[in-house]
């Protein structure tokens, strides 16, 4: 065989033997999770013609317990628009969740206002520490009463790796 075509060939065998070696099964695992919050800090608030209340800079802290056994604290700093007529509006904001010494989930969210109190959106996240590579991603709902707030999640997490 002429070496142009041999080099080529072996190659392609190595490629075809060893890839597949390194190539690790990937996960998606599913979960639910409640998460409990109490508002530390309202943030700045306004209210424009119309009757839309702004809100930027809110922050809520407090637990997120999950069906895999991963409980931590989140915090979460949002800002939202709300009709105060209709009850409609947008809300986004960034969160961290820590899981003690393992490490922690950071991401973002938006949601719809869709009943003043009640919202519905998704979330997306990336893994530090302990889950490092790992990402998070889902929907959530939740409620506003008072202080208080309460979401109930419906998530995976994508692990490259394979099952946690």
Do not use: C
Not at 57 to 65: C, H, P, R
Not at 128 to 150: H, P, Q, R, S, Y
């Amino acid at each position: 065989m002429n070496k142009k075509v041999l080099i080529p060939v072996m190659a392609l065998l190595v490629l075809f033997v060893v890839a597949p070696a390194m190539a690790a099964p990937a996960a998606k695992i599913k979960y639910t999770a409640d998460v409990s919050l109490v508002i530390i800090s309202p943030g700045e608030e306004w209210t424009t013609e119309g009757g839309i209340l702004h809100v930027k800079g809110l922050i809520a802290n407090g637990t997120f317990v999950s069906s895999l056994g991963i409980s931590g604290v989140m915090l979460k700093k949002l800002d939202f628009t709300l009709n105060t007529i209709t009850g409609k509006g947008t809300m986004n904001g960034k969160f961290v969740l820590t899981v003690g010494e393992v490490g922690t989930f950071e991401g973002s969210f938006r949601d719809k206002i869709t009943q003043f109190n009640h919202y519905s959106g998704t979330v997306v996240g990336q893994g530090t520490g302990g889950f490092a590579g790992l990402k998070t991603m889902g929907t959530w709902e939740g409620e506003k009463d008072g202080n208080a707030i309460v979401n109930v999640l419906d998530a995976i997490i994508l692990s490259p790796k394979g099952p946690l």
